[in-house]
């Protein structure tokens, strides 16, 4: 037992790149971040990354650093510690970002998918403590997600396991960039709810998502039907997580989560109707608990568990 | 290393009692079968499974049995042996099957629900055999199922995983007995081909799946419309499970497989218009390889595959 160990979570989102210290007890120690700079490029980023880690590891000199797990949005090669694919990330596709980083700290440093680590966060220290096995869903601009198995991060043949939100839910449903029709982020995400929005043609001519929601929220029932309509595509789609992975937790993050009384109704209908093993067995729907720390809780907790994982292979 | 080490396999499937001795390479040693006496209670089956095993041992007298495994139609409670719940399996609820027959033997004894003993076994010696994470869709009167992952059965919850058949693949489609609407196994199973069959109006009044498939392989363009809705139901389904898991090889079983040739076209063409993961990916859909024989060999791994965990487990 090293009381005094902690590890440090890097958050490689859209809009800032956060940095956290957390102890093994998943007490947050410190935080720091700053705007993002993606578009310098993937040598800037990782200087960023780097002087913020120095910082916090200057702050924490009386204490041992495990690891830096790094929560990145795209498809990564875990093995390799590159980006192989991302919308997000201009030009770090065969960057090295792992290595360079690695280089420059001389500490073990593991990526993972942001959804995945936001998963992994959630189980370790957010909503899912009590259980083994999870899924994340989260809802934004796109539908994104993790899998959590006995623990751990289930990455599939190349990482990309957890496209939940390209899960089909309507067959002939509204056509997805992926070449799709039906796609659940194109039936539930916020850029949906926005889009059903427009479709309603209230006064304002490009409502957002959260306009619709507090159009909804004072009571107008053409308002109420987009999260209507939302709900019954989650549903479907938790519906068939449930039949396929019985585990006893599916859990709901992002920015839509506030409008949860207006959407959850016709999920959990939908739900109900579509799962027999829903109501049999006690499963739970629940809204994710940490937020966008999710995904700082669950990049600081890769090194720590790689550890015990090591510990344990090697008795 | 013991080269004369094997292992015992019983599948307690509708029709027969089947129960092989097969080594520890895979090699089938012996194999005995017996009709189904289901219906006579769980005393007289587990009578029947005990006979047969000693029947085996007897044979194999200068091997050492490492266990027995047992493939079950229902869902079972894999900590306390017993079967929760099954359609096919009256009496059974509650009824201490795995007890029962250790008592009478002496020795470990594993249950798993027969569609994922079938999975693990595709995994073990069968099509699976070169990758570690599998998904096997079982046709039949209805469709289940079985997922591994890291070589190892997922269970979920309460050992429910799997249940591929009860996917929503259509919101609004065939009625399910479960209650849902446009479950996979109502446009997709074989009695789905009878069904969709029946409402061609074929010259014969109550028409098969056997009889459908045999009218499209002679070139009949209606019964041939058949097998194409089968495929587009199983490519929305399988498009989700790919989406989802990101698993290199998905495997498709049972009766309706000679059909392969009627439902395929349509199959794959939905899946890479719904998975943009499948065509990235190198991702497999292929035919199962051990056909019925498949639960008999994940049935005979489990007591193996225990072993092996606790040997790794304890150093």
Known sequence: MRMSAYSIGVDLGGTNLRVAAINREGHLLHRVSEPATFHSGPEKVVRDIVDLIKNLRARLSNRELTGVGIGVPGFIDIEAGFVLGSANLPGFEAFPVRDEIQRHLGIPIILENDANAAAL????????????????????????????????????????????????????????????????????????????????????????????????????????????????????????????????????SGGPLPAWDLFAPTMFSEIRRRSFTFGRTGTRIEKAALGADAGLFGAAYLPVQHERSFAEATG
């Not at 623990?151 to 990309?160: D, Q, Y």
Request: glycine letters at 16%.
């Open 121 to 252: 966060g959630e189980s370790w220290m957010g909503a899912g403590k009590d259980v083994k096995d999870l899924v994340l869903m989260t809802l934004g601009t796109g539908i994104g997600g993790g899998i959590i198995v006995d623990g751990k991060v289930l990455h599939g043949f190349l990482g990309m396991a957890g496209e939940l939100g390209h899960m089909t839910v309507y067959p002939d449903g509204n056509p997805c960039g992926c070449g799709n029709w039906g796609c659940l982020e194109k039936h539930a995400s916020a850029t949906a709810i926005a889009a059903m929005g427009r479709m309603m043609h209230f006064q304002k001519e490009n409502v957002t998502a959260a306009e619709v929601y507090e159009l909804a929220s004072a009571g107008n029932e053409r308002a109420k039907l987009v999260f209507e309509s939302m709900g019954r595509a989650l549903g479907i789609a938790l519906a068939n997580l449930i039949n396929l992975f019985n585990f006893p937790l599916y859990l709901v």
